[in-house]
């Protein structure tokens, strides 16, 4: 054992053993619940039943109980699934065999739907399967751990299991059968990053079974527990790893102390818009947009790896072997400096430069390091990070030796677009070309001002740049959302309705002067028009925030009659207080936006509804999927929230329903359990008291009630208690008790995985 690795185990121990300790305390009724399942769906129970007996007690089906329910959803007094590891997300089908509640038929994975006697078939030979295992598991289990071979291990159960082995199912059912030799982290991703970052090498390949061992190995020695049936929840998801070579100890000295990684030339100019792009392909699109214009020769690769680069990933700094230091990628994103040689920056918080060697050098640039190609040296990160960072994972302190900690740079980032291909924006650019102007309505957090402004400048690039949206250069955007001396009016305006707007800040009206008078001043909408007119070749966007929040017979005016599309540009009125002919042309677009549980739609006035193409936006889970949340599952949860909103609030829960932005940070979902919690508490509370007011029974039924539920009935309020720090285990139990398992068909996203929401 290095000296490293010894000091990164000695760092480690005081707060594994706290995990631990936590954990213990849920042995007894732990105990309680595997001998409730056991009972129930024990080995020799499986075996004992035959035919139909199988169909009724296995698979998930109209009743709502038996085997893969209970794995999966049950959390009650009798047996909380939740205590054992979570199986949730994709679909039923994972079981291979599921009976649809809608359509009473069955289906068989390859082979739906199908006939009752396929589906016994797969659940015969699962229950033969998990029978076989457990047998396994019994001539193992009096062996001490430390004796076993982690690769003959999989093996043998690779043997005892072929088909489904690698099931998430299977292992959570060998868990509650056996937890001394298999672990409860059922994500076989999650898994192999669990020995990552603790410093050890994880199989590949699928072999979960072999990191069981591998783990409980590495835990019985550090605890002194030669015997475990529960380890410490190191349970973080994966996070990816990048090498970025610098010219010896002095340039890394001054990465460090600027607290970045930066790179050249500078003869590219600032890239934030580029970096701006969610998938490397859109992003590498709009770099060779930018970089056409560019005499001086630049690396693609360097520079793309750059921008890809998400928060919380980890970055070493080295020079072949040697590692000069370790930290981790800020959320602050790309920043430009001009007056550097090497202008293009990525903030970092560096974590320890404590030199050490990897196993192979790093290769030239800025690279991934793939855990497949360098897994041996990925291991030494995390243990240097263990050794040399203040504190312990995940908790990690700036440890810099010989030096005041550097402060963490802060860059003035822009709101930027993401990828484009998303048939929201396909509808609403239909919608434009038919009618001039579209509302996009729906439930909050649903992306409707986003997907606004999205669509926005997909129309600006192709029409006035004839590209597409990824391929704008930076002063392309900034065109469109600016204007310039040669030309005043952005292509795209926005302007926000409230009660207090009116016709004057729309189209026309006199408006108070610093001196003390008036003037009259163009509106937002009047400046756009005129500058269409002016442009007939290029378009303009007008971009109405909350629209049905103003008083729009008052706003809009004459307006109504000019904006229907067969009346632009040859239908003209005199506008009242200038005395101008006015019209509106054809290439001025409206997109606005409207939030349906201040207002339904049927409210807004007949003639503007007749006139507008309106476009719904419902709560998408399937954005939600990228997250490592493990449990719950996100989009699963989503859904089962929104499900309980529409039957419990009647007729108006169609509306009332919560979108997935707002379980989503700078476009991406949460990833832990305490950001959900936090929304929870802050956002989704107040907005569940807001939609039933004085109706204790309606929260009641959308959350559930304590000890299983998130509403604490006797108080009339939320279960407070359930959100303290050492409850975490009681949360996830109130959580995963509203999911069913028509929740669970999840439809996969049609464009980019995650998609930033306004």
Same mark, same amino acid.
């Given at each position: 054992m290095t %000296?490293?690795?010894?000091?990164?185990?000695?760092?480690?121990?005081?707060r594994a053993v706290e995990l631990y300790q936590e954990q213990l305390a849920y042995r007894?009724?732990?105990?309680?619940?595997?001998? #409730?399942?056991?009972?129930?769906?024990?080995?020799?129970?499986?075996?004992?039943?035959?035919?139909? %007996?199988?169909? %009724?007690?296995?698979?998930?089906?109209?009743?709502? *109980?038996?085997?893969? #329910?209970?794995?999966?959803f049950k959390n009650d007094e009798d047996f909380c699934q939740s205590l054992f590891g979570s199986i949730g997300g994709g679909s039923a089908m994972k079981y291979g065999v599921f009976r649809r509640q809608k359509e009473r038929t069955w289906y068989v994975k390859g082979a739906d739907p199908a006939t009752e006697e396929e589906a016994l078939t797969v659940v015969r030979q699962r229950v033969r399967e998990a029978v076989e295992a457990c047998r396994l598991l019994d001539k193992l289990e009096e062996i001490p751990v430390s004796e076993l071979d982690a690769d003959s291990f999989q093996k043998q159960m690779e043997q005892a299991a072929p088909n489904w082995c690698n099931s998430v199912w299977l292992h959570k059912y060998l868990h509650?059968?056996?937890?001394?030799?298999?672990?409860?982290? *059922?994500?076989? /991703?999650h898994l192999e990053s669990e020995l990552y970052r603790l410093g050890l090498t994880a199989r590949y390949n699928k072999e979960r079974y072999a990191n069981d061992i591998l783990a409980l190995q590495f835990w019985s020695e550090l605890l002194e527990e030669p015997r475990l049936d529960v380890t410490p929840p190191w349970e973080k998801g994966p996070r990816d790893y990048w090498s970025f070579v610098v010219d010896g100890a002095g340039e890394a000295a001054e990465f460090v102390l600027q607290g970045c990684v930066k790179a050249g030339p500078g003869t590219v100019g600032d890239l934030t818009e580029v970096f701006s792009f969610e998938t490397i392909r859109d992003m590498e699109t709009a770099l060779k947009a930018e970089l056409l214009s560019v005499s001086e020769p630049a690396d693609l690769d360097f520079l793309k790896w750059l921008g890809y680069m998400k928060p919380g990933e980890i970055v070493v700094l080295a020079e072949g072997r040697k590692v000069y230091a370790v930290g981790e990628i800020e959320e602050a994103g790309y920043s430009y400096a001009p007056d550097d040689s090497k202008p293009h920056r990525r903030g970092v918080r560096w974590l320890h430069d404590h030199p050490?060697?990897?196993?192979?050098?790093?290769?030239?640039?800025?690279?991934?390091?793939?855990?497949?190609?360098?897994? *041996?040296?990925?291991?030494?990160?995390?243990?240097?990070?263990?050794? #040399?960072? /203040?504190?312990?994972?995940?908790?990690?302190?700036?440890?810099?030796?010989?030096?005041?900690t550097p402060a963490r740079s802060t860059v003035n980032r822009e709101e930027a677009l993401k990828a484009p291909d998303d048939p929201v924006t396909r509808d609403i650019l239909d919608i434009l070309s038919r009618k001039g102007q579209v509302i996009l309505y729906g439930p909050p957090g649903t992306g409707k001002t986003f997907f606004a402004e999205w669509a926005a400048l997909e129309c600006v690039a192709r029409q006035n740049f004839g590209v597409s949206r990824i391929e704008l250069t930076s002063s392309h955007r900034k065109r469109a959302f600016h204007p310039t001396s040669d030309q005043p009016v952005a292509y795209i305006s926005t302007c926000t309705f409230h009660p207090a707007y009116s016709y004057e800040d729309f189209v026309e009206g006199y408006r108070p002067t610093p001196a003390g008078g008036f003037e009259l001043r163009d509106g937002v909408?009047?400046?756009?028009?005129?500058? =269409? =007119?002016?442009?007939?070749?290029?378009?303009y966007v007008v971009i109405i925030d909350e629209i049905n929040r103003g008083n729009l017979p008052k706003i809009f005016g004459e307006l109504i009659t000019l904006i229907e599309y067969n009346k632009r540009g040859r239908t003209s009125v005199t506008l009242p207080v200038?005395?101008?002919?006015?019209?509106?042309?054809?290439?001025?677009?409206?997109?606005?936006?409207?939030?349906?549980? +201040?207002?339904?739609?049927?409210?807004?006035?007949?003639?503007?509804?007749?006139?507008?193409?309106f476009l719904e936006l419902m709560p998408q889970p399937e954005r939600l999927q990228s997250s490592h949340l493990e449990t719950p599952n996100l989009p699963s949860w989503l859904t089962a929230l929104n499900r309980r909103i529409v039957r419990t609030l009647g007729r108006d829960g169609r509306n009332l329903q919560v979108g997935h932005a707002y379980f989503m940070d700078e476009g991406k979902p949460f990833h832990t359990l305490e950001r959900l919690s936090q929304a929870l508490r802050q956002e989704l509370w107040p907005l569940l008291q807001e939609y039933c007011y004085e109706d204790a029974q =309606?929260?009641?039924?959308?959350?559930?009630?304590?000890?299983?539920?998130? #509403?604490?009935?006797?108080?009339?309020?939320?279960?407070?208690?359930?959100?303290?720090?050492?409850?975490? %285990?009681?949360?996830?139990?109130?959580?995963?008790? !509203?999911?069913?398992?028509? +929740?669970?068909?999840?439809?996969? !996203?049609?464009?980019?995985?995650?998609?930033?929401?306004s």
């Open positions: %000296e490293m690795e010894k000091l990164a185990r000695e760092r480690l121990k005081p007894p009724e732990r105990e309680r619940y595997r001998k #409730y399942f056991l009972s129930n769906f024990g080995p020799k129970v499986l075996q004992r039943l035959i035919d139909q %007996e199988l169909l %009724e007690e296995i698979p998930i089906n109209l009743k709502n *109980h038996g085997m893969d #329910y209970t794995l999966e509650i059968y056996c937890p001394r030799l298999i672990t409860w982290n *059922h994500a076989r /991703g050490y060697q990897l196993k192979t050098p790093v290769e030239f640039g800025l690279n991934p390091i793939s855990l497949k190609k360098h897994g *041996h040296n990925v291991p030494l990160v995390e243990q240097s990070l263990l050794a #040399y960072a /203040g504190g312990v994972w995940p908790d990690y302190e700036p440890k810099l030796t010989g030096q005041e909408f009047k400046r756009a028009a005129r500058a =269409a =007119a002016a442009d007939s070749k290029n378009c200038s005395g101008e002919i006015f019209t509106v042309p054809k290439n001025l677009f409206v997109i606005a936006t409207m939030n349906t549980a +201040d207002r339904s739609i049927l409210l807004l006035d007949t003639a503007l509804r007749r006139r507008f193409g =309606a929260l009641a039924a959308i959350l559930g009630t304590v000890p299983n539920g998130l #509403y604490d009935s006797a108080n009339d309020d939320l279960a407070w208690s359930l959100f303290e720090a050492n409850r975490k %285990e009681r949360l996830i139990i109130a959580l995963d008790a !509203i999911i069913e398992p028509e +929740d669970k068909e999840i439809p996969e !996203i049609e464009s980019a995985e995650n998609i930033e929401e």
